[in-house]
């Protein structure tokens, strides 16, 4: 497609429970973000994949929280036993560069789970 | 650690006020910056890119500048309109340490420009 494509949109879980997040980037991008944003908030880093490998995931809060990109395009991000604080807008990013020179960043609509 | 700051949190100006929106960072090793636009519910748009040996870059009204060595970057918005109205968010890419390779955003400025 012609931008960044998450889904779902909009996700509402329970307390507890596991959660999968997709993200789709911009065609030939290889590296990928994901960001999380709570209201009010700008966005924090999670993990950063250059090609198929996480290049950097410090940003993962617990050992809950997992992604992947197995064929270097589309990246999942799963988060188990979900807790309420786990509640946000969940970004994903893509760029044609990836780290050191890190070019124009471009951003999906985001993945809002809340967690019940 | 990178730290960014947005000064003012939320700005309120009448249509035609040209405004400014300021963004200060604590680790000058950056390899760029960039000016973001949030609509509500929505994801960030790339307003902006100034890469760490430029000192400004312009689109339309918008303009950015840079300082790197006192870690500051202005974005002016000329002539402001309605439509305008937004959450404004800077960002750095770190060049070294912990910060290395990754966006670190400020909280963002909340613009209402009422008609």
């Known amino acids: 497609g012609a931008g960044v494509s998450q889904t779902p949109s909009n996700k509402v879980t329970e307390k507890g429970k596991y959660v999968e997040l997709r993200c789709d980037p911009i065609s030939g991008h290889t590296a990928l973000y994901w960001y999380r944003q709570s209201l009010g908030q700008g966005p924090e880093f999670l993990i950063y994949?250059?090609?198929?490998?996480?290049?950097?995931d410090s940003g993962l809060p617990n050992d809950r929280f997992f992604a992947v990109r197995p064929e270097g395009s589309v990246s999942t991000l799963k988060i188990q036993r979900t807790e309420r604080g786990d509640s946000a807008v969940y970004l994903c990013?893509?760029?044609?560069?990836?780290?050191?020179?890190?070019?124009?960043?471009?951003f999906g609509e985001g993945s809002r789970l809340t967690v019940l | 650690k990178q730290e960014v700051t947005q000064i003012p949190a939320a700005l309120s100006v009448p249509e035609g006020e040209n405004l400014v929106l300021n963004c200060s960072f604590t680790d000058s090793a950056i390899y760029n910056l960039q000016w973001f636009r949030q609509d509500p519910g929505k994801g960030l748009t790339s307003l902006l890119l100034?890469?760490?040996?430029?000192r400004e870059q312009t689109s339309g009204r918008l303009n950015a500048s840079l300082d790197k060595s006192s870690g500051r970057s202005t974005l002016y918005i000329a002539a402001s309109q309605p439509g305008d109205s937004a959450t404004y968010l800077c960002a750095v890419t770190g060049a070294g340490g912990t910060s290395y390779g990754k966006l670190t955003f400020g909280q963002g400025t909340i613009l209402t420009v009422h008609p």
């Open positions: 100034i890469q760490s040996s430029q």
């Open positions: 990013a893509s760029s044609r560069l990836g780290a050191p020179n890190t070019g124009e960043l471009f």
């Open positions: 994949f250059q090609g198929t490998g996480a290049a950097d």
